[in-house]
């Protein structure tokens, strides 16, 4: 609009190419032209990006061809990156077509998050934001893992399969409590061995589709306790032996019975309520069975462990029924009475036997071995020792039998 002969009002344009810098201006009327030298200054406007082609995209979608359009921006071929607000979306550049407009690929992540997300073209120093011009929807997701056996509490280590009814997908699992993704965790390929107390966590993805959720399966691994062990082992030895028992569980108890072979079969075996606590190591000086089991009163209790330990010329055949009697010369040790006992006589008869008036005197029994004092005669020719110690002389002598 002309206001008078010096004054008129016009509206600029600048197009988004225009040069920078200082600009001469001119106004012609007819054949009158009027220059100002450097009156107008063009400076560079804020680089944004406009629009994108493709406005929305679902998890797990991968999209090509995606068409990104800048404003005063300048786009240069192979220095362009596209990036976006929403995690787990992700784009490579592969056309720069001129300093506005570029092609990508976008990849959107299984466990992308959901709704509008901000665009920015960065070129070098040059920052390009575009708001909340992109949209990620929800996916289908993959069906979550199921293990196989289910967590739980268990005796015995254990082999765990895990699986996803979504055909092709693969899962990602971890066990030191961090939350597996597609990009993080361990690739399912076999079976995973578990011998001690674990926490398994499992995601499965798949191209196309939502990430599912995290699934925990917790195994708990109850070991039983260790069954104890003897030292010295179950043997034949000439001398009495001081019996250690033992376990590998640390703070185990033992409780453990000692009985004579031939009365094994009527003592209860050992349990955390029942049998003599191990202090200290066992005194075996006959032919004594050891049987002993640990505990710790968490983990289920260890199996027993029985040990048989023959002192001198023990028989271990003693105690079967209805043995036969080996008889032999007659024999005296120090205070130790000697009797013959008629033959085929069982072992328990024998011990009958040899208990009645006139035979050997009196017998009774301590700590699972006999002892007896001698009649002052005794009949001479075939004779049968019996289990016992002398608690004068501590000496030791086994029944034999075959």
Not at 111 to 118: C, M, Q, R, V
Not at 144 to 173: C, E, M, N, W
Not at 254 to 274: G, L, Q
Request: aromatic fraction near 6%; proline fraction near 8%; include cysteine.
């Amino acid at each position: 609009m002309v206001t008078d002969a010096t004054h008129l009002t016009a509206t600029l344009t600048i197009t988004p190419t225009a040069a920078l810098g200082a600009s001469n201006v001119t106004v012609t009327t007819g054949s009158e032209v009027a220059t100002g030298s450097s009156l107008f200054t063009v400076t560079a406007g804020t680089p944004v990006v406009s629009t994108i082609s493709t406005t929305s995209g679902k998890q797990g979608q991968t999209i090509t061809n995606v068409q990104i359009t800048g404003q005063f921006t300048h786009f240069t071929s192979g220095t362009p990156a596209v990036s976006f607000s929403n995690t787990g979306v992700s784009a490579v550049v592969t056309t720069v077509t001129d300093a506005t407009h570029l092609t990508a690929t976008l990849t959107i992540l299984g466990s992308a998050s959901t709704g509008p997300s901000s665009v920015t073209v960065t070129t070098g120093t040059e920052t390009a934001p575009g708001g909340n011009l992109f949209t990620v929807t929800a996916g289908t997701p993959v069906a979550p893992p199921t293990f196989s056996p289910p967590g739980g509490i268990t005796l015995q280590p254990q082999s765990v399969t895990i699986r996803t009814t979504t055909s092709i997908a693969t899962i990602h699992y971890t066990t030191d409590g961090s939350i597996p993704s597609e990009t993080a965790g361990t690739k399912y390929t076999a079976p995973i061995p578990v011998s001690v107390t674990t926490t398994i966590k499992a995601m499965a993805f798949k191209s196309g589709m939502a990430d599912s959720t995290v699934v925990p399966a917790t195994y708990t691994i109850s070991l039983p306790v260790a069954a104890p062990t003897f030292n010295p082992p179950a043997g034949t030895y000439p001398l009495p032996q001081m019996v250690t028992l033992s376990s590998t569980t640390p703070g185990a108890f033992i409780r453990y019975v000692a009985c004579v072979s031939y009365t094994c079969s009527s003592i209860s075996p050992p349990s955390e309520t029942n049998g003599t606590s191990f202090t200290w190591p066992v005194t075996v000086v006959g032919a004594t069975t050891i049987e002993a089991i640990a505990y710790n009163g968490t983990s289920p209790d260890s199996t027993i462990s029985s040990a048989t330990y023959l002192i001198g010329s023990a028989n271990p055949l003693w105690g079967q029924p209805e043995s036969a009697v080996m008889l032999l010369p007659s024999e005296t040790f120090n205070s130790w009475g000697v009797a013959e006992a008629p033959a085929g006589m069982s072992p328990t008869d024998i011990v009958t036997w040899l208990a009645s008036p006139g035979n050997l005197g009196t017998l009774s029994s301590a700590n699972g071995s006999f002892t007896y004092a001698a009649p002052a005669s005794f009949p001479s020719g075939q004779i049968d020792q019996l289990v016992g110690t002398d608690q004068t002389t501590n000496k030791t002598t086994t029944l034999r039998c075959i």
